[in-house]
Antibody, heavy 119, light 109 residues
Framework: QVELQESGPGLVKPSQTLSLTCTVSGVSISSGDYYWSWIRQPPGKGLEWIGFIHSSGSAHYDPSLKSRVTISMDKSNNQFSLKLTSVSAADTAVYFC???????????WGQGTLVAVSS | DVQMTQSPSSLSASAGDRVTITCRASQGIGNYLAWYQQKPGKAPKLLIYGASTLQSGVPSRFRGRGSGTDFTLTISSLQPEDVATYYCQKYDSAPPPRKFGQGTKVEIK
């Protein structure tokens, strides 16, 4: 079955770059008409879509984060990654990776990983 | 950019009650709407996509309706295991391509 697992540092200093990786098993990220998404949730708040990358390699980002976000794919390791630059305390959140199908929503999710931004 | 607005932000109902959550898009999105259920400390779970299609394995007491700008999620008979926060999400192509509503917390009296 399809499984996703986030990994990366749980603590990042302000102004530095947050880097997370999502390892996917059970399906190839470079095949099929899928989007591979990053979504975050600040403590006690709602879900915020960050962006996604299509299996073809094209990426789209939320306008509010576009200047600081890069999502990329590592097809050889079946992983996709998130980089968020110039972080502040407002970027503290649980970060989820998920599979997104254009007409069906996000059907598989990782368990989420908490990233705190603090000095 | 399209905005998604859910109401109410929270509700409390008795077990067995019928519960309805509303999601409104600031512009038409066809039927490109999904509903998710999130329990504390867990990842969201897809309940409904295409505004009204039940994801496999989701109980039939959940029903989604609507198109264009106005959508509803109804739980026909609220169960204790339905205590969660529910989110709508648009996924049409208009920018931004994905957007969540702010969530509705459902509790049992």
């Amino acid at each position: 079955q399809v499984e996703l697992q986030e990994s990366g540092p749980g603590l990042v200093k302000p102004s530095q770059t947050l880097s997370l990786t999502c390892t996917v098993s059970g399906v190839s990220i470079s095949s099929g008409d899928y989007y591979w998404s990053w979504i975050r949730q600040p403590p006690g708040k709602g879900l915020e879509w960050i962006g996604f990358i299509h299996s073809s390699g094209s990426a789209h980002y939320d306008p509010s984060l576009k200047s600081r976000v890069t999502i990329s794919m590592d097809k050889s390791n079946n992983q996709f990654s998130l980089k968020l630059t110039s972080v502040s305390a407002a970027d503290t959140a649980v970060y989820f990776c998920a599979r997104d199908i254009d007409f069906s929503g996000n059907d598989y999710w990782g368990q989420g990983t908490l990233v705190a931004v603090s000095s | 950019d399209v905005q998604m607005t859910q109401s109410p932000s929270s509700l409390s109902a008795s077990a067995g009650d019928r519960v309805t959550i509303t999601c409104r898009a600031s512009q038409g999105i066809g039927n490109y709407l999904a509903w998710y259920q999130q329990k504390p400390g867990k990842a969201p779970k897809l309940l409904i996509y295409g505004a009204s299609t039940l994801q496999s394995g989701v109980p039939s007491r959940f029903r989604g309706r609507g198109s264009g700008t106005d959508f509803t999620l109804t739980i026909s008979s609220l169960q204790p295991e339905d205590v969660a926060t529910y989110y709508c999400q648009k996924y049409d192509s208009a920018p931004p391509p994905r957007k969540f509503g702010q969530g509705t917390k459902v509790e049992i009296k």
